[in-house]
Structures are given as structure tokens and as C-alpha cells.
């Protein structure tokens, strides 16, 4: 079993929709769980960044994380085509190099 | 937030060759760089952490031989791929953490190495 599964996708979505991005995580020593969105041949873009269970929002972006489920999740309102990208979820530990571990990655297009 | 400049963006060398890749933090110091690699439609694969001014730590599997990894300063870490050969072929991303304890970190935009 992987330590942090995503569904992979593909996800194809209208324009305005709100998509919803999930991670599974089986190591409850993971306290630190960030978002990045990686357009295609680019480095990794950090979208959100959390540290305790419950929502964070940054405009069109919440996350969810519940610990307790091992289970966090992205969600993008009004979507846009430019959203059209790879999302990938990482988390870490406290303690350590503090190295991240990450999903495969889903990707997402929103259609115009 | 931060910036990690990383270069060059793209390279296609020849098999045998070697290769080295820059990876800067513009306006932070970064303590810890993160050196990662990337195969088309795949995650991020960890190869190594490096500390400024120690040894870099590989992560199993990762030939320390081959990929030299130097982190001579704050802002400053290479990844040197030594005799590439095509199986070398990648996406190479870096990345920076913005403070000692803090697990915020930045990417570089990564380069494609090509060996022909």
C-alpha cells in the first residue's frame, strides 16, 4: 500500500464547476498536507498549505483536511480552464527532513 | 510566495557526458533544497535532501555516484548527472524550503534533460 494514494484521473469538468481533489494518506504521522498545481513541462506551484484538521480557504480554494479519516481534499469553485492542470497532494512529518511525500498527482480540465 | 530559479530549463547532451543543474533561492536562504525527478505523467520521485555545507541524503535506490549533489551555499544547489545516458533522461525539479523547521517549500520550474 502507498503511503498517500490519488486518483490519477483524468477529470474533465465544465467551466463553473466545483471540482472536488481528494488524497488518502495510511501514516497518521503526517501533520503538514499541501496542495500544488503543476501545469504540463513546469515545476510544482503550492497552492495551499495546512497544518491542523478543518478548512483553509484562499478565494476559489478550500481545504479540507480530517486527520481523524486520513483523508484531505481540494475543492475549486467556478472553475476555470486555466485550472486545467495536474493537482498533487504532499504531506510530511514534524520531525526529521521534513521530506515530502506525494500522490501521483490528478489531472484535471475544466472545458470551456 | 518564495522564489526557486532553476537552470537551465531544458538541456539534450550526449550519452556520456555530464550535466550539471542550478537550483536558487532568489530571496530567501534555504537551509534544506530537495532534489526530485519526474517521469511523463508520473509523481514526484524524492532523490535526495541536501543541507548546506554537509553530504547530501539519497534516497534508496538513488546512485550518489551518478547524481552529484553540491549545496555550496544558502541559495546555491547543484545536481550534477555524471556519464548520462539515455535511461537518464528526465524531468528534474528542485525544490527549497523557506525555513529551518518550517515544511513550506518552493519549486523551481525544473529541467528536461535529454541524452541522446
Known amino acids: 500500500q502507498k503511503e498517500v494514494e490519488q486518483d490519477p484521473g483524468p477529470l474533465s469538468v465544465p467551466e463553473g464547476a466545483i471540482v472536488s481533489l481528494n488524497c488518502t494518506y495510511s501514516?497518521?504521522?503526517?501533520?503538514?498536507f499541501m496542495w500544488y498545481r503543476q501545469y504540463s513541462r513546469k515545476g510544482p506551484e503550492l497552492l495551499m498549505y495546512t497544518y491542523s484538521s478543518g478548512n483553509k480557504e484562499d478565494g476559489r480554494f478550500t481545504a479540507q483536511v480530517d486527520k481523524s479519516s486520513k483523508y484531505i481534499s481540494l475543492f475549486i469553485r467556478d472553475s476555470q480552464p486555466s485550472d486545467s492542470a495536474t493537482y498533487l497532494c504532499a504531506m510530511s512529518t514534524t520531525s526529521g527532513t521534513y521530506k515530502y511525500i506525494f500522490g501521483t498527482g490528478t489531472r484535471l480540465k475544466v472545458l470551456a | 510566495g518564495a522564489v526557486v530559479s532553476q537552470h537551465p530549463s531544458w538541456v539534450i547532451c550526449k550519452s556520456g557526458t555530464s550535466v550539471k543543474i542550478e537550483c536558487r533561492s532568489l530571496?530567501?536562504?534555504?537551509?534544506?533544497m530537495f532534489w526530485y525527478r519526474q517521469f511523463p505523467k508520473q509523481s514526484l520521485m524524492l532523490m535526495a535532501t541536501?543541507?548546506?555545507?554537509?553530504?547530501?541524503?539519497?534516497e534508496q535506490g538513488v546512485e550518489k555516484d551518478k547524481f552529484l549533489i553540491n549545496h555550496a551555499s544558502l541559495t546555491l544547489s547543484t545536481l550534477t548527472v555524471t556519464s548520462a545516458h539515455p535511461e537518464d533522461s528526465s524531468f528534474y525539479i528542485c525544490?527549497?524550503?523557506?525555513?529551518?523547521?518550517?515544511?513550506?517549500?518552493?519549486f523551481g520550474q525544473g529541467t528536461r534533460l535529454t541524452v541522446v
Open positions: 501514516n497518521s504521522a503526517f501533520q503538514y
Open positions: 541536501s543541507n548546506e555545507g554537509s553530504k547530501a541524503t539519497y
Open positions: 530571496d530567501f536562504q534555504a537551509t534544506t
Open positions: 525544490s527549497a524550503r523557506v525555513a529551518a523547521g518550517n515544511t513550506e517549500a518552493f
